[in-house]
């Protein structure tokens, strides 16, 4: 199992609400990712990090934010949720050496679900 | 437009036999090809990566092929057990020369081994 984490598993939330969904790891990779699922649905690429003070969006369009301050730490925000974004954010992280095609590790996600 | 498919129906087999799903690719010309396997709930966990200029790879009692002429990766489950059901997802490298990991992932194949 690969040392990623996400907080919380799963979140409850009214509209207008601002919210973090937090993401660590402890295995020193450089590139960080955000995905977004729906139920028997694709992974969407939301937001990626090539490391400290790099973020770039994804494929799919997300009114999230993100920031990398720190090598471990990618926590996603929502400045103002709406019913929208009820989905599972998954976060993930690979190796930058060497590889482009190092594989993914991903966090359990959070369940988001925004009445 | 880039497209990924695979099986949406569940594949049912029983105990012991072969399973084999399939993950097609149309206007992609993937360098690598991955495989995970996600459980409910949980984030998606790394399986067997293949390259363009390798036919095959096998891990244990999994085999995964690729074939970039009919833009098909087939991966193999044999001596299946019910632990193996799951929803397998193929994952292609869409960003060829590009400087990250830009996987695609199709929408999964639900796999049920019964005893």
């Known amino acids: 199992e690969a040392d990623i984490y996400q907080t919380p598993r799963y979140l409850v939330i009214g509209t207008g609400k601002k919210i973090t969904l937090e993401c660590s790891q402890t295995?020193?990779?450089?590139?960080m990712y955000w995905y977004q699922q729906d139920p028997g649905m694709e992974l969407h690429l939301i937001h990626y990090?090539?490391?400290?003070?790099?973020?770039e969006k994804g494929d799919l369009s997300s009114e999230s934010t993100v920031s990398r301050i720190r090598t471990e730490h990618f926590p996603l925000t929502l400045e103002s949720a709406r019913p929208s974004h009820t989905s599972q954010y998954l976060c993930?992280?690979?190796?930058?050496?060497?590889?482009?095609?190092?594989?993914?590790?991903f966090g359990n996600g959070t369940r988001l679900t925004v009445t | 437009s880039q497209k990924i498919e695979q099986n949406s129906e569940a594949l049912n087999i029983q105990e012991g036999k072969t399973a084999t799903l399939t993950c097609n690719y149309t206007n992609y010309s993937p360098a690598y090809l991955q495989w995970y396997r996600q459980d409910p709930g949980r984030g998606p966990v790394f399986l067997l990566l293949i390259r363009e200029n390798e036919k095959e790879k096998r891990k244990e009692r999994l085999k995964v092929t690729f074939d970039t002429t009919l833009k098909q990766s087939l991966f193999h489950i044999t001596a299946s057990q019910p632990a193996d059901s799951a929803t397998y997802l193929c994952a292609l490298d869409s960003a060829r020369g590009g400087g990250y990991n830009k996987l695609i992932f199709g929408a999964g194949t639900r796999l049920a081994v019964h005893p």
């Open positions: 993930a992280s690979s190796e930058a050496r060497g590889a482009r095609n190092s594989p993914l590790h």
């Open positions: 295995m020193g990779h450089d590139k």
């Open positions: 990090s090539y490391g400290v003070n790099s973020t």
